[in-house]
């Protein structure tokens, strides 16, 4: 009663199958393909096992050799050891470079600092000691100021400053020379 486009169309009995369905085999069919899958099986199983015994061959050649290497391992140890000392004793060396302390160049500093009128009588260094003794003379009277200025420069100057951790004006005294009025003084200062 209902119109064609709405009726189910016209279902199979579950038992028959379509005559060019793929899932049909008959027993001589059977009797060709059970055998192939079975031979490829074995086939397979045939060239994993030759496979498997060549990778074992393989394995115990790999370790014959890794044996063989062992003095060859031993001494390139021994040498990364040794080059890890002398790296190690090159690192040293370099962090000793850089807290080295150039004197050369805290002298020269000290002398393009140096006003007019005060001269170096000497100069100690003992261990972390370092001590600077000096006169100054002035016509104005100013050898206290003239000494004080050269203690601020040097302090200013930050390459000559950055080794030490002290830097003071140790002593200070008026003193006659030649008939002059001159100060003596004493700078001390802690080397890092």
């Given at each position: ?149 050269l203690i601020d420069g040097l302090k200013e100057n930050k390459r000559f400053i950055k080794d030490f951790t002290l830097f003071e004006l140790n002593a200070i005294e008026k003193s006659l020379l030649n008939n ?13």
């Open positions: 009663m209902l119109p064609e486009e709405l009726r189910n169309r016209a279902v199979k009995p579950a038992g028959q199958t379509h005559a060019g369905s793929p899932f049909k085999y008959d027993s001589k069919q059977l009797f060709i393909f059970i055998p192939l899958i079975l031979l490829f099986v074995l086939c397979a199983n045939i060239f994993f096992a030759l496979r498997l015994m060549l990778v074992n061959l393989e394995i115990k050649s790999l370790n014959k050799r890794w044996t063989l290497t062992l003095p060859e391992r031993n001494e390139l140890a021994e040498f990364k050891s040794q080059d890890l000392l002398v790296s190690s004793d090159s690192k040293d060396l370099e962090r000793l470079l850089r807290e080295r302390v150039t004197w050369a160049d805290k002298l020269n500093t000290i002398s393009l600092l140096l006003p007019p009128g005060i001269w170096l009588e000497s100069v100690y260094l003992a261990g972390k000691d370092f001590k600077l003794i000096g006169k100054a003379v002035s016509l104005n009277r100013t050898e206290v100021s003239m000494v004080r200025s002059r009025d001159t100060v003596d003084f004493g700078i001390s200062g802690k080397v890092r």
